[in-house]
């Protein structure tokens, strides 16, 4: 029946990925290998050469077999964009991402489908408004935090530092601010010592890192996820529900409308503005959960890769210093910091595009077809004819491979070159922060804030440098719910005369 309706439909079969063993197990193997050995998106681009290699030609859709499940792969922006944008409404997030993650992060936007997503869109998307992302005050306030745990030492330089460290405190204190009200300054905590650093972020942070394990490696076990189940799962996702919680019932005590309308002029708090459309407990934890994630996770991820990166092409430093210098004056005497001029500062936006094209946060993902369905191309010798795609069916698309495709960005594909963003408007080849109806709402939320925190560094500093063997050996990469260098972005920088 398959069969038949295929052909009803001119569609043709893509190629299948070999040697894999009885039901794929050893596919499986290979992936949680890969995460071990923090390679988990180089084993993706060894798949794709390995299937050019097997037919002949460029191959970018393919079958694989997944503990007995035929799930398919794909690079092509041609089908990605059929399954966020043109047939949005035959693909779904589908049952095991939604109860792998569920399992966390509870009943919010990043894991539901149909009218349950829709809800939530609607409910979320009027607190993304540029007018309550564009919070600057609040954002140097961590900056300054952030400065000082980088004291500059009596040869001008700080130092060494893995900076990575203090983007990720630096992300969970601006992100529990605008969502909360109260940011848990980790960083002034940190800084103490005799506080010994917050207690109560430190558990919730190190709590939420071990749940996105478990579930990274439960996407890998498909409708099996529920396999991978340690004992200390249930501890993590206490910790972390009962941090939101707290904030939650605090909320939600703080009382009506009629009484914030008394209270006058407020600032603006997410969490507020979200207890005035539901005073469902259960429901604003979840969502407060699904927001933090990509709130401190994502911008943390991207400044991180950044820096890695300004690390290894000095003559990017120099290059971004001086347009942010031009455009924004020193960093005693910062001019016209704005979200309109941080967006329209060209080569700063042209360093941010390139680090999430290189490495993009979120480096892969994957919808499951509701009904039965297609893909505009993959099938056939010449790979060209539409592929059939029957209810049920996992297509996972590698968004790490599509950025490093030669035919799309260059025979320099791999290299790290800001430039080539002059003049760029890049398609469904560029997808960064997905696309269609599912597009990430926070996108600007994420931007602005690595905007600003990257224009204040490199005001304060002139130069970067790091020991010979920081930057010596495989690029390894952290892959949980996103991505981050799998190694410490371990630096030292210059203070700049003012």
Same mark, same amino acid.
């Given at each position: 029946?398959?069969?038949?309706?295929?052909?009803?439909?001119?569609?043709?079969?893509?190629?299948?990925?070999?040697?894999?063993?009885?039901?794929?197990?050893?596919?499986?193997?290979?992936?949680?290998?890969?995460?071990?050995?923090?390679?988990?998106?180089?084993?993706?681009?060894?798949?794709?050469?390995?299937?050019?290699?097997?037919?002949?030609?460029?191959?970018?859709?393919?079958?694989?077999?997944?503990?007995?499940?035929?799930?398919?792969?794909?690079?092509?922006?041609?089908?990605?964009?059929?399954?966020?944008?043109?047939?949005?409404?035959?693909?779904?997030?589908?049952?095991?991402?939604?109860?792998?993650?569920?399992?966390?992060?509870?009943?919010?936007?990043?894991?539901?489908?149909?009218?349950?997503?829709?809800?939530?869109?609607?409910?979320?998307?009027?607190?993304?408004?540029?007018?309550?992302?564009?919070?600057?005050?609040?954002?140097?306030?961590?900056?300054?935090?952030?400065?000082?745990?980088?004291?500059?030492?009596?040869?001008?330089?700080? !130092?060494?530092?893995?900076?990575?460290? &203090?983007?990720? @405190?630096? %992300?969970?204190?601006?992100?529990?601010?605008? *969502? =909360?009200?109260?940011?848990?300054?980790?960083?002034?905590?940190?800084?103490?010592?005799?506080?010994?650093?917050?207690?109560?972020?430190?558990?919730?942070?190190?709590?939420?890192?071990?749940?996105?394990?478990?579930?990274?490696?439960?996407?890998?076990?498909?409708?099996?996820?529920?396999?991978?189940?340690?004992?200390?799962?249930?501890?993590?996702?206490?910790?972390?529900?009962?941090?939101?919680?707290?904030?939650?019932?605090?909320?939600?005590?703080?009382?009506?409308?009629?009484?914030?309308?008394?209270?006058?002029?407020?600032?603006?708090?997410?969490?507020?503005?979200?207890?005035?459309?539901?005073?469902?407990?259960?429901?604003?934890? !979840?969502?407060?959960?699904?927001?933090? &994630?990509?709130? @401190?996770? %994502?911008?943390?991820?991207?400044?991180?890769? *950044? =820096?890695?990166?300004?690390?290894?092409?000095?003559?990017?430093?120099?290059?971004?210093?001086?347009?942010?210098?031009?455009?924004?004056?020193?960093?005693?005497?910062?001019?016209?910091?704005?979200?309109?001029?941080?967006?329209?500062?060209?080569?700063?936006?042209?360093?941010?595009?390139?680090?999430?094209?290189?490495?993009?946060?979120?480096?892969?993902?994957?919808?499951?077809?509701?009904?039965?369905?297609?893909?505009?191309?993959?099938?056939?010798?010449?790979?060209?004819?539409?592929?059939?795609?029957?209810?049920?069916?996992?297509?996972?698309?590698s968004i790490f491979v599509m950025h490093r495709r030669k035919d799309l960005w260059g025979?320099? !594909?791999?290299?790290?070159?800001?430039?080539?963003w002059a003049g760029r408007k890049p398609g469904w080849e560029y997808l960064p922060f997905?696309?269609?109806?599912?597009?990430?709402?926070?996108?600007?939320?994420?931007?602005?804030?690595?905007?600003?925190?990257?224009?204040?560094?490199?005001?304060?500093?002139?130069?970067?440098?790091?020991?010979a063997h920081e930057l010596e050996g495989t690029v390894t990469t952290n892959l949980t719910?996103?991505?981050?260098?799998?190694?410490?972005?371990?630096?030292?920088?210059?203070?700049?005369?003012?």
């Open positions: 029946m398959i069969v038949a309706k295929a052909r009803q439909l001119n569609c043709q079969d893509a190629p299948w990925y070999p040697g894999l063993g009885p039901l794929g197990y050893k596919g499986v193997q290979q992936m949680l290998k890969a995460d071990k050995e923090q390679l988990f998106p180089n084993l993706l681009v060894e798949r794709q050469n390995n299937m050019g290699k097997l037919t002949g030609r460029q191959c970018l859709t393919y079958r694989v077999d997944n503990l007995g499940q035929t799930q398919y792969g794909t690079c092509d922006p041609k089908n990605v964009q059929h399954m966020l944008a043109h047939g949005f409404a035959d693909f779904d997030l589908g049952p095991a991402r939604r109860g792998n993650m569920m399992r966390t992060l509870g009943d919010g936007i990043f894991v539901q489908d149909g009218a349950a997503w829709e809800h939530s869109r609607a409910l979320l998307r009027p607190n993304f408004v540029r007018e309550q992302i564009s919070d600057l005050d609040m954002e140097e306030r961590h900056v300054q935090n952030l400065l000082k745990v980088l004291p500059v030492q009596s040869d001008g330089w700080t !130092a060494e530092t893995n900076i990575q460290t &203090l983007f990720f @405190r630096l %992300t969970i204190d601006a992100a529990t601010e605008f *969502l =909360f009200g109260d940011s848990v300054d980790s960083q002034i905590a940190e800084s103490n010592a005799v506080s010994g650093g917050n207690k109560d972020e430190l558990a919730f942070s190190q709590n939420f890192d071990n749940a996105q394990r478990v579930m990274a490696k439960g996407f890998r076990l498909a409708d099996l996820y529920w396999l991978y189940n340690p004992k200390s799962f249930k501890e993590n996702n206490r910790v972390v529900n009962n941090f939101v919680k707290h904030y939650v019932d605090l909320a939600l005590e703080k009382g009506s409308r009629e009484k914030k309308a008394e209270e006058g002029h407020r600032k603006y708090v997410f969490l507020e503005a979200l207890a005035e459309q539901t005073q469902d407990p259960v429901e604003l934890r !979840a969502q407060l959960l699904n927001i933090l &994630l990509a709130g @401190r996770d %994502t911008t943390a991820s991207l400044l991180s890769w *950044l =820096f890695h990166q300004l690390l290894r092409h000095p003559e990017v430093f120099e290059k971004l210093r001086s347009a942010i210098l031009d455009a924004f004056g020193s960093y005693d005497d910062p001019q016209d910091i704005t979200f309109a001029t941080l967006k329209g500062c060209q080569y700063l936006q042209a360093c941010l595009n390139e680090t999430n094209r290189l490495w993009p946060v979120v480096p892969g993902n994957a919808r499951r077809s509701n009904k039965d369905t297609t893909l505009p191309r993959g099938g056939g010798p010449d790979g060209q004819s539409p592929v059939f795609i029957p209810a049920g069916t996992d297509v996972n698309y025979e320099d !594909a791999e290299e790290f070159k800001p430039e080539r997905n696309g269609g109806p599912r597009i990430c709402i926070g996108q600007q939320f994420a931007l602005t804030e690595a905007s600003y925190v990257t224009v204040r560094l490199l005001q304060r500093f002139d130069a970067i440098s790091a020991s719910l996103t991505s981050c260098p799998g190694r410490p972005v371990t630096l030292k920088l210059r203070e700049a005369k003012q």
